[in-house]
T-cell receptor, first 113, second 108 residues
Framework: DGGITQSPKYLFRKEGQNVTLSCEQN?????MYWYRQDPGQGLRLIYY???????QKGDIAEGYSVSREKKESFPLTVTSAQKNPTAFYLC????????????FGPGTRLTVL | KNEVEQSPQNLTAQEGEFITINCSYS?????LHWLQQHPGGGIVSLFM???GKKKHGRLIATINIQEKHSSLHITASHPRDSAVYIC??????????FGKGTRLHILP
């Protein structure tokens, strides 16, 4: 089955710890995205990558880091510098640009205690 | 003012009713997306359109580029249609801007 997987679905961390959220896709898509969703707000773009070994900051990149060493994988690290890390994180992919249909993963709910 | 506005924010209806969710945007766009988010959080893309009208099953999406407005219609609504419906636009700077979503609850 083709699709996007994110793991784990729920994640708990202590304040001050870095945590890495995984995102894998087997759709052969070039572009991948990370979004953050907070209650009552629209999705906000954290980082995106349109090609391996290249990525761009989105609207709220501070306190986050990413890597794109393989086409299939786009992990997101939430660092201790992120002031409000508790949120729902969604990964997505598309064939090339945001103008194309985006396919979303199931999301990871991160709670920082 | 948000660049993408959806209305209503919340909508409760009886099973079988015809549902309309509206989306207005203030930027130039290349495409508009309608997404569905179920209670578990997963998001599914319903439509991507840049003009006219698209239909898939009981769902219909329309867009009026001149008026910068799109509507999502659900005919013969069913409790399983209960979800958050999100409008998103791809602008000419290659960015996607999301609305805050419309929470739909269909009562049996």
């Amino acid at each position: 089955d083709g699709g996007i997987t994110q793991s784990p679905k729920y994640l708990f961390r202590k304040e001050g710890q870095n945590v890495t959220l995984s995102c894998e896709q087997n759709l052969n898509h070039d572009a991948m995205y990370w979004y953050r969703q907070d209650p009552g707000q629209g999705l906000r773009l954290i980082y995106y990558s349109q090609i391996v070994n290249d990525f761009q900051k989105g609207d709220i990149a501070e306190g986050y880091s990413v890597s794109r060493e393989k086409k299939e994988s786009f992990p997101l690290t939430v660092t201790s510098a992120q002031k409000n890390p508790t949120a729902f994180y969604l990964c997505a992919s598309s064939t090339w640009t945001v103008f194309n249909e985006q396919f979303f993963g199931p999301g990871t709910r991160l709670t920082v205690l | 003012k948000n660049e993408v506005e959806q209305s209503p924010q919340n909508l409760t209806a009886q099973e079988g009713e015809f549902i309309t969710i509206n989306c207005s945007y203030s930027v130039g766009i290349s495409a508009l997306h309608w997404l569905q988010q179920h209670p578990g959080g997963g998001i599914v893309s319903l439509f991507m359109l840049s003009s006219g009208k698209k239909k898939h099953g009981r769902l219909i999406a329309t867009i009026n580029i001149q008026e910068k407005h799109s509507s999502l219609h659900i005919t013969a609504s069913h409790p399983r249609d209960s979800a958050v419906y999100i409008c998103a636009v791809g602008n000419r700077d290659d960015k996607i801007i999301f609305g805050k979503g419309t929470r739909l609850h269909i009562l049996p």
